[in-house]
């Protein structure tokens, strides 16, 4: 049983963080594009960030500002042009965009962090940002965490949110976030983006140490295509407004807050996962018996990234071979004759050997966990065992369908 429990609020859930998210005119859909998340307080940031040689200007703006100054008032993130591949002008228009917050917040511009989401190649529309920055300003509210939400999203079908509540020192904390993304998703860091808000009192370095821990065991064990995307970041915030104690080390209480801060992360990486661009189900895979996490770890994305694991999930085949195929060729080696591989209830292969199973009944509970009857919300379970080792890992992904062609075919058409 875990620590914490679910609440309402999302990123502004924790004490002392407003947010707000407007339609500024930067998607030619008219729907909410500008989005705006402000700590009262300095507050200690920590990011993850894409590790593509192409990036987005936000993206060597916030690595920037993270190595000179560790603390951050305020996040902007726009949606619908990534402004990435957009050379010297791209720069300088993040450059702008965070002075022209700073002044209409108050707050030096080296107080904001900046995220971008859109079309690569294309920069951001900065007269309607200009305009749009007093309008969002105006909004933001303790209660704007789901109009935020909404406000990063593109391809995705649906916002993406959460908010934990544990105790610390009898005292309550809180983590929320959001995040958005459905394709371009890979990560060789975080996803798509993703923030998370924290009223806790925790030293830089210790933050930054829970969020790169937290990445590494849950959006960095999604993948929906195998595209990492130019601007992928994953940027969190404590404030200390819960007027706890500071932890400035490893123990008991840093123990908690990190488990409640992985649990908001994963929760986000499987939204992600499940609202994959023509998905119509969420594959989980859970990987045991391996040497250490990380080759666990390695397995188990391996097989939820696989075009073929994917594409049976899809066809609703229960074709075992392409996950024995996938977890081979990880990287981890280990003995085949060792190997299990269950589906569900249904045990495929136990000890490297074929075992007859009903076919029918697996390619049914394919289909009823698509549709979201089988099992809670509208998960396949993968379970591969590949020894005796202590490691474990788990990786999520979706199917791959018809649709997804079909939406990238005409993304920018």
């Given at each position: 049983?875990?620590?914490?429990?679910?609440?309402?609020?999302?990123?502004?859930?924790?004490?002392?963080?407003?947010?707000?998210?407007?339609?500024?005119?930067?998607?030619?859909?008219?729907?909410?594009?500008?989005?705006?998340?402000?700590?009262?307080?300095?507050?200690?940031?920590?990011?993850?960030?894409?590790?593509?040689?192409?990036?987005?200007?936000?993206?060597?703006?916030?690595?920037?500002?993270?190595q000179s100054k560790h603390s951050t008032r305020?996040?902007?993130?726009?949606?619908?042009?990534?402004?990435?591949?957009?050379?010297?002008?791209?720069?300088?228009?993040?450059?702008?965009?965070?002075?022209?917050?700073?002044?209409?917040?108050?707050i030096p511009s080296e107080s904001i962090l900046?995220?971008?989401?859109?079309?690569?190649?294309?920069?951001?529309?900065?007269?309607?940002?200009?305009?749009?920055?007093?309008?969002?300003?105006?909004?933001?509210?303790?209660?704007?965490?789901?109009?935020?939400?909404?406000?990063?999203?593109?391809?995705?079908?649906?916002?993406?949110?959460?908010?934990?509540?544990?105790?610390?020192?009898?005292?309550?904390?809180?983590?929320?976030?959001?995040?958005?993304?459905?394709?371009?998703?890979?990560?060789?860091?975080?996803?798509?983006?993703?923030?998370?808000?924290?009223?806790?009192?925790?030293?830089?370095?210790?933050?930054?140490?829970?969020?790169?821990?937290?990445?590494?065991?849950?959006?960095?064990?999604?993948?929906?295509?195998?595209?990492?995307?130019?601007?992928?970041?994953?940027?969190?915030?404590?404030?200390?407004?819960?007027?706890?104690?500071?932890?400035?080390?490893?123990?008991?209480?840093?123990?908690?807050?990190?488990?409640?801060?992985?649990?908001?992360?994963?929760?986000?990486?499987?939204?992600?996962?499940?609202?994959?661009?023509?998905?119509?189900?969420?594959?989980?895979?859970?990987?045991?018996?391996?040497?250490?996490?990380?080759?666990?770890?390695?397995?188990?994305?391996?097989?939820?990234?696989?075009?073929?694991?994917?594409?049976?999930?899809?066809?609703?085949?229960?074709?075992?071979?392409?996950?024995?195929?996938?977890?081979?060729?990880?990287?981890?080696?280990?003995?085949?004759?060792?190997?299990?591989?269950?589906?569900?209830?249904?045990?495929?292969?136990?000890?490297?050997?074929?075992?007859?199973?009903?076919?029918?009944?697996?390619?049914?509970?394919?289909k009823q966990a698509a549709a979201g009857a089988?099992?809670?919300?509208?998960?396949?379970?993968?379970?591969?065992?590949?020894?005796?080792?202590?490691?474990?890992?788990?990786?999520?992904?979706?199917?791959?369908?018809?649709?997804?062609?079909?939406?990238?075919?005409?993304?920018?058409?």
């Open positions: 049983m875990s620590d914490w429990q679910e609440i309402p609020g999302g990123v502004t859930a924790p004490k002392g963080f407003r947010a707000a998210g407007i339609a500024a005119g930067l998607k030619p859909s008219g729907l909410p594009d500008l989005a705006l998340i402000v700590s009262d307080t300095e507050a200690i940031a920590a990011g993850v960030f894409t590790t593509s040689y192409v990036r987005a200007a936000c993206v060597d703006y916030c690595r920037q500002r993270l305020a996040i902007l993130c726009n949606a619908g042009q990534a402004n990435a591949a957009t050379g010297a002008q791209g720069w300088i228009d993040a450059l702008e965009c965070a002075m022209t917050l700073g002044q209409a917040l108050s900046l995220a971008s989401t859109g079309v690569i190649g294309q920069r951001i529309r900065m007269d309607a940002l200009r305009a749009g920055i007093p309008n969002l300003v105006a909004e933001i509210s303790e209660t704007g965490g789901d109009s935020a939400a909404k406000a990063i999203v593109t391809t995705d079908l649906v916002t993406k949110s959460i908010a934990l509540e544990t105790t610390i020192d009898n005292r309550p904390v809180r983590i929320g976030g959001m995040a958005k993304g459905s394709g371009m998703i890979h990560p060789n860091m975080a996803t798509m983006l993703a923030f998370v808000t924290c009223d806790a009192a925790v030293s830089t370095s210790l933050w930054q140490q829970m969020l790169s821990r937290a990445a590494d065991r849950s959006f960095n064990q999604i993948t929906v295509d195998g595209d990492t995307s130019t601007n992928d970041c994953l940027i969190a915030l404590a404030n200390g407004e819960s007027r706890t104690p500071a932890i400035t080390e490893m123990g008991a209480e840093a123990e908690k807050l990190e488990a409640m801060l992985t649990a908001v992360c994963q929760h986000l990486a499987k939204a992600i996962a499940r609202d994959g661009e023509g998905a119509t189900c969420l594959i989980e895979v859970q990987v045991s018996g391996a040497p250490d996490e990380a080759a666990a770890g390695a397995i188990a994305k391996t097989i939820a990234g696989s075009s073929l694991v994917k594409s049976a999930v899809f066809g609703r085949d229960p074709n075992w071979g392409r996950i024995a195929g996938a977890a081979g060729r990880a990287g981890v080696p280990f003995d085949q004759e060792s190997l299990r591989i269950q589906l569900g209830d249904f045990l495929l292969m136990d000890n490297g050997q074929p075992l007859p199973f009903d076919r029918a009944a697996a390619s049914a509970y394919l089988y099992l809670k919300e509208d998960t396949v379970l993968i379970s591969v065992s590949i020894g005796n080792g202590s490691g474990s890992g788990k990786a999520w992904g979706c199917d791959l369908s018809y649709d997804y062609v079909k939406i990238n075919a005409e993304y920018t058409t």
